[in-house]
């Protein structure tokens, strides 16, 4: 099972960015995957999720602001980024679960400046 995400990058306040993560190795139309992230100095936080039926989860912080959605024909999910803050800097990282064990992706570094 491999993840790779991509789509990171500086931006300023207000600005936005489109994540990226390409799957392979599992059948990506069946999992409920995600997007998590973890700031410096503090824990990884779910961001938010999407199932196979296409039902989402966010976290509160960026409800409104973020969007989540996966192509399965191209077994990619994306998180739509608009109206980012510098509380929304940090390393995103694309998980889901196979087999009972969690997979996770190399992270990919959004930075908001002020």
């Known amino acids: 099972v491999q993840l790779q995400a991509s789509g990171g990058g500086l931006v300023q306040a207000g600005g936005s960015l489109r994540l990226s993560c390409k799957t392979s190795?599992?059948?990506?139309?069946?999992?409920?995957i995600g997007w998590y992230r973890q700031a410096p100095e503090r824990q990884r936080e779910m961001v938010a999720t999407?199932?196979?039926?296409?039902?989402?989860t966010y976290t509160d912080s960026v409800k409104g602001r973020f969007t989540i959605s996966r192509d399965n024909t191209r077994n990619t999910l994306y998180l739509q980024m608009v109206s980012l803050i510098p509380e929304d800097t940090g390393v995103y990282y694309c998980?889901?679960?196979?087999?009972?064990?969690?997979?996770w992706g190399r992270g990919t570094l959004v930075t908001v400046s002020s």
């Open positions: 190795g599992i059948n990506f139309k069946l999992y409920t």
């Open positions: 998980n889901t679960n196979h087999q009972g064990r969690p997979f």
């Open positions: 999407i199932s196979a039926s296409h039902s989402t």
